[in-house]
């Protein structure tokens, strides 16, 4: 396991951009388990996203406190394509989450500033998540816009329901990457389905000083790195509401250090990063209980919701 060098990260200068909502959009099933079609007497309880969006608030708080005038702030798009009675909908939605977040003493005023509504038919689904400069799109299942997202430039995945979701943080928003078509292109990925390990490893040796090109994944963590820097700049390096990791089924040699380098020479780093050589990602996850998981292969996703582990499914293809 690699861990990066905070006070590094912390000095180095941010920069001089104006400052955007970081806007995650979700479909509502995602958020809410929709037990009832009827409109007027919906029954909600909370979906994978849930813990994921309360970690989005335990980080939000802690910016209000330090940079109370700051815009940087995470914002919640609540997407729902029933485009009937939009407005009972909707009120729907925001009594329901103020009842499913009442346990974690956030009163409805604040969640409104967190989760906003918002009813959209879904032909119109990737122009307003462009307009809305959206960073993350999380579907509930597939055919829903992701694809078309992901070749917008928007990271977008498919979220996993797990039987029982495991225990998370409460303190802190962990969120876990795959390296390969997640964070990274997925040129290496092709290399080993083309001329299978022997061949990637030659190709990983070779080009271990190339940077790989970005994938789907780099504008998110570049965001959270952003955040990351400025509340280290108020002293909160140890105890950093937000923390990041790349678990890869790269190795530990040529494969890894191409990894690093590369998120190096894009002036990015990352928390923690576990080079598994090919194993099982669900031990791992379990250990770091992560809030969310994004990977690319469907094998690794069932793997880790078998531990309980919200796991986010990323069909990219650069192709």
Known sequence: MYNMSTQTRSKRKDESEPEIPITIAMSSEVLFNMETEQQSNRSMSH????????????VNAELKVHYPESQELFKVLLINHHSSDSDRLNETIKIQACCLFSSARKTCSELEEL???????????????KKNKTHLYLSAKPGFGVQEALKEGIAAAIMGNPETI??????????VFDGDAVLFSDESQRVFSERKLMGYMEHEKKNVDVPMNQGPFRGLLEVLERLQRKLHNKGLIKNCPIRTYLVTSRDAGCAGYRALSTLHSWGLEIDEAVFLGGSPKGPVLEKIRPHIFFDDQDCHIKNVLKFGIVACHVQYSSE
């Open 47 to 58: 979906g994978p996203a849930f813990y994921f969006v309360k970690a989005l608030q335990v």
């Open 166 to 175: 495991a225990k998370v943080s409460e303190t802190q928003l962990r969120i």
């Open 115 to 129: 989760i906003t509504p918002l009813v959209m038919e879904r032909e119109r689904l990737v122009s307003e998540l």
